[in-house]
């Protein structure tokens, strides 16, 4: 049975509807224990009357004027096994004991039951569901800091609560919290039941209203909750002692929370009796904005007695109390940032809820409807910063718009901005009267109007800029200043060093010398000099054969740097090139060597001279069409050798030829081939071979009539020249899984994984070690990216596929770094280049040079790349794109200095690089609704802001995820991350 205590006092009002919801129960094993509390109206009589009517209705008087007391009245008399605590002016759903009854059946250990509820405000108006999850996980921690339920949504064990004491009748205020805070610190099982069955009436004379009580009631209740309670006889061990702050914040947080409650509340009913300093204890951070937002709203709903869709039609009544209490709270936390943060997400939440039947002007929003076929210009209320604007058509919604507003929104403003949003189709009737603009283009046009507010189009216009006190004669003003200061800066302004020329990739066609004079158009393509090519040239020399050489011949000399070496070893040297520019230059290096002679010659399409003792051909045999024409090349080179004269050739691996060892990623066939086509060919036997990781050195003979071959001799060498990075970046170390070029052409995708990074760092503060990747890691994952197929791609081609609605070509991954920290120089850059990898880097402007003061509360600030590092990286092929210029996050920042960060980030960063700026993430992945199109507005097409997930087709290019690739996660959670995005084609 379930004994439910019912303190009455004056209730003649509303005491009938409580005790008739206990009639309407679906289960009548229930008694009634309705205790009079001293009326003086007449209540007696109501009670009297559903006693005579039913048995189950029992009554006791009380003369404290408290409702501790009297319910503590009624727990003495109670028999049933549940106990429930109805106030005389609330009811429950006539559900309510059977669902929670069968709540408590499931859990047979548990101690209580408890449900959802709503509120009732005294014009009927029903506010939205509340249920606090949190207490079916840990009750003793959430109630040790707040009251997270009504005290009729509960059922609770009789026993129990007569073990306990009841409730504390010292307590004015917050006796029911104290009651649940002893009960929970038992550490017994509590079941929720995820239903809004009880329902609360707001009243004006509640005792919740009298925020002074109720704040001094709740400091008793919080200090008890965070130190041993000697009432409680029996507490479960890990609460003995009070809440952990780990667990959920301090008690001053706790009380500071309750007093922004009451503080809210008091702004509601138009009293002010809370002192800010006593929310002092509440965080600042932007993450707790919208918490902070929430508990005010729901304050100033109970303060103002007014249902969330009533609030924002009232603002008038209590908007400068609400406000000053921000501004308040602002200079509390000497931040005035996150007080205007908290401003625009209570105003946020206000507007969500409201029809705008009539315009809402609140602090720092307009909110309004537009008739989206007649629009008329705006001009902005001081204070106003951003509108919130519902575009009517027929009657009804067509689309919700919020943007930052810097000056008067013009018509054409609108019009511009209803193309943008409505649906075209709805738009075409009513083309005539949108300032006698042609009809928006429908589908298929090949016109895109999700551009109409770009850059080109929003600050350069003579149109726009002529009304100076419009929001785009403002924004154009903002991008005046902000290239004036561009232009002021001391940084040097010499272009970005131009990337050096890559050599085209393939050298067949019908004509071969045209695309080798192309290619040494360059003087030294492939940086023969370096100490890769020289140790390379060094083990040629080793492999010569022994005794003297007469007569050599060197097919593809280059420009001369190793004929320049062989010379002195052989008595003759005939040097030859396809390229007569090659020639040249090799004739000019050797021409103190007076033992060479050299001829431009195709050593396919002419003869080559007989009678050779040596032939010299390397690092040129990838080049010929296939299989078939090097084995046309090897039957001439036995033919011009002597007997017993050696082909020497040095060819790197190639992944073509065998993709499991390491390897170049060329679209060619490889040394392997090529030595074991050389092996095929009749008359030749391998003498010798010294081989490393990356390449093979062969020396070939021709053999004499009568002559058997004997086994080669094989050497394995280390590589220990270093590698330059216009090598490096062309080899997959350890073999690759899958070739770019093969899933080029075998895949098609609709998303791809777009990576998040920050610092690549050994080591750093421990509060920051999920954004920060140690060297080793970053590699093994580059590496893995590199081995599995997958080119990087920038955030403009990103944009690009998705505008033309293009599917990906095989397997395309956007790296981002946000910050621009020093350590992507020295290391993730590096490991980028030598994986064929690029990145994208977005900088806070304002810092480059200087270091990360946002991470200052976390240990020492890392360093950030300087203006003329980003010059260099942009020359070599890094991108970059802003993170504003402050990293200040976007959603506490006015609207003007939000426009004002976008537009001088995206100058500079233009300024650095040589190239237009069109990419931007947000600070700490906060955004707003104004973002993104006033970013696009300040001329960018790509942002990134703190959705997580894949890019696909469907996204909106400026408000893109990212997957954030955590330092404190391991290579196989990488793998499992990305190759869960290949899964999905």
């Known amino acids: 049975m379930v004994s439910i205590v019912v303190p009455a006092h004056n209730a003649e009002v509303t005491l009938a509807r409580a005790l008739d919801c206990l009639l309407d129960q679906e289960i009548v094993d229930w008694e009634a224990i309705i205790v009079d509390d001293a009326s003086t109206d007449s209540t007696p009589a109501v009670i009297a009357d559903y006693v005579e009517h039913d048995a189950r209705f029992r009554t006791l008087s009380s003369c404290a004027s408290s409702a501790a007391s009297a319910r503590n009245s009624g727990i003495s008399t109670a028999r049933g096994h549940w106990l429930m605590f109805l106030d005389a002016d609330d009811w429950v759903d006539a559900s309510f004991l059977a669902k929670m009854l069968a709540a408590l059946k499931t859990a047979p250990d548990a101690v209580a039951a408890y449900c959802g509820s709503r509120r009732v405000m005294p014009d009927g108006e029903l506010t939205p569901s509340s249920i606090a999850t949190e207490v079916a996980i840990q009750p003793f921690e959430t109630f040790a800091r707040r009251c997270a339920i009504r005290t009729h949504t509960l059922l609770v064990d009789r026993q129990t609560i007569v073990e306990l004491g009841g409730f504390d009748v010292s307590l004015r205020t917050c006796e029911d919290w104290d009651l649940w805070q002893r ?21 004006p004379n509640s005792l919740s209203r009298n925020s002074t009580r109720m704040l001094a009631d709740a400091e008793i209740v919080i200090a008890r909750g965070f130190s041993p309670d000697p009432r409680v006889k029996h507490p479960a061990p890990t609460h003995a002692n009070g809440a952990i702050e780990a667990n959920g914040g301090s008690a001053s947080e706790a009380l500071a929370w309750f007093a922004l409650w009451n503080a809210a509340s008091d702004c509601g009913s138009g009293s002010r009796s809370i002192n800010p300093q006593s929310m002092r204890a509440l965080p600042a951070g932007r993450k707790w904005a919208r918490e902070v ?8 709903m109970v303060g103002s007695l007014s249902a969330p869709a009533q609030l924002a039609a009232r603002w008038d009544r209590f908007g400068g109390a609400l406000t000053g209490l921000i501004v308040e709270l602002g200079k509390v936390w000497d931040n005035p940032v996150a007080g205007r943060r908290v401003q625009y997400h209570i105003e946020q939440m206000l507007l969500d809820v409201d029809d705008l039947a009539a315009p809402r002007r609140l602090a720092r929003t307009l909110g309004i409807r537009v008739d989206a076929r007649s629009p008329t210009s705006i001009e902005l209320p001081e204070g106003i910063d951003q509108i919130y604007a519902y575009l009517m058509m027929d009657g009804r919604i067509e689309a919700v718009v919020q943007f930052g507003a810097l000056g008067t929104v013009t018509r054409r403003h609108w019009i511009e901005m209803i193309q943008n949003v409505a649906p075209a189709e709805r738009l075409v009737d009513s083309a005539g009267r949108l300032a006698g603009r042609s009809p928006v283009p429908q589908q298929g046009d090949g016109a895109d109007t999700s551009d109409i507010i770009a850059a080109e189009a929003l600050l350069s216009t003579a149109e726009r800029r002529s009304d100076l006190d419009s929001h785009f004669g403002k924004l154009a003003r903002l991008a005046a200043e902000a290239r004036e200061l561009v232009q002021l800066s001391a940084e040097a302004t010499e272009p970005p060093p131009a990337p050096r020329r890559s050599p085209a990739a393939d050298g067949r066609g019908n004509d071969r010398s045209s695309f080798w004079n192309r290619y040494f158009a360059t003087e030294d393509p492939w940086n023969y000099g370096s100490s890769y090519e020289q140790e390379k040239y060094e083990r040629q020399l080793e492999i010569l054969p022994a005794g003297p050489i007469g007569r050599a011949l060197e097919l593809a000399c280059a420009e001369g740097h190793f004929t320049r070496q ?32 050299f001829g431009v010659l195709d050593f396919m399409a002419d003869t080559l001279p007989g009678e050779m003792d040596l032939i010299f051909c390397s690092e040129v045999l990838y080049y010929l069409d296939d299989l078939a024409e090097l084995q046309r090349f090897a039957k001439k080179v036995v033919e011009a050798l ?5 082909f020497i050739s040095a060819h790197a691996f190639v992944l073509r030829d065998n993709p499991e060892r390491t390897g170049f990623d060329w679209n060619t066939f490889g040394a392997q081939a090529i030595a074991e086509t050389l092996a095929a060919t009749e008359g030749l036997v391998l003498d010798q071979s010294i081989q490393t990781e990356l390449y093979r050195i062969d020396r ?12 080669p001799m094989i050497d394995h060498v280390p590589i220990r020249a270093r590698i330059e990075i216009g090598v490096a970046r062309k080899i997959v170390w350890g073999g690759a899984r899958a070739l770019r070029r093969d899933v080029a052409r075998s895949e098609r995708r609709q998303r791809i994984p777009v990576l998040m990074y920050h610092s690549i760092a050994e080591d750093g503060p421990a509060a920051l070690a999920r954004f920060r990747c140690t060297p080793a890691l970053f590699g093994s994952q580059m590496a893995w990216l590199r081995a599995n197929g997958f080119h990087a791609i920038s955030s403009e081609q990103l944009e690009g596929s998705i505008v033309n609605r293009q599917p990906f070509v095989g397997r395309p991954v956007l790296i981002t770094f946000d910050d621009g920290f020093q350590n992507f120089a020295d290391h993730a850059w590096p490991t980028l280049r030598a994986n064929d990898l690029t990145a994208e880097v977005f900088l806070v402007t304002d810092l480059v040079g200087e270091s990360a003061q946002w991470d200052a509360d976390s240990g020492p600030p890392t360093p950030l790349m300087d203006a003329r590092t980003v010059r260099r990286l942009a020359g070599e092929g890094a991108f970059f794109g802003s993170h504003l210029a402050t990293h200040r996050a976007i959603d506490g920042l006015a609207s003007s200095d939000l426009a004002a960060e976008l537009l001088r980030s995206r100058m500079f960063i233009e300024r650095w690089t040589g190239r237009p700026t069109t990419a931007f993430a947000a600070p700490f992945s906060v955004t707003d609704r104004r973002l993104g199109r006033l970013a696009k507005e300040c001329g960018y097409r790509t942002g990134f802001g703190g959705r997580h997930g894949p890019a696909d087709l469907d996204c909106e290019p400026i408000d893109l995820p990212r997957i954030e690739i955590r330092g404190d996660r391991s290579l196989n959670d990488f793998v499992a991350i990305v190759e869960a995005v290949l899964e999905e084609r």
């Open 700 to 711: 070939f003979r021709r053999l004499s009539p009568g002559e058997v071959a004997t086994e």
């Open 293 to 300: 937002a929430k508990v005010a709203f729901d304050g100033l």
């Open 642 to 646: 002597a007997p017993g004269g050696s």
């Open 183 to 203: 009960l929970a610190r038992l550490g017994k099982n509590w079941v929720m039941v995820d239903e809004p069955l009880a329902f609360y009436r707001v009243s």
């Open 566 to 597: 062989l010379a002195p070893r052989v008595g003759h040297l005939t040097a030859t090139d396809i390229s007569a520019v090659a020639v040249e230059r090799a004739r000019a290096r050797c021409s103190d060597q007076p033992n060479v002679e």
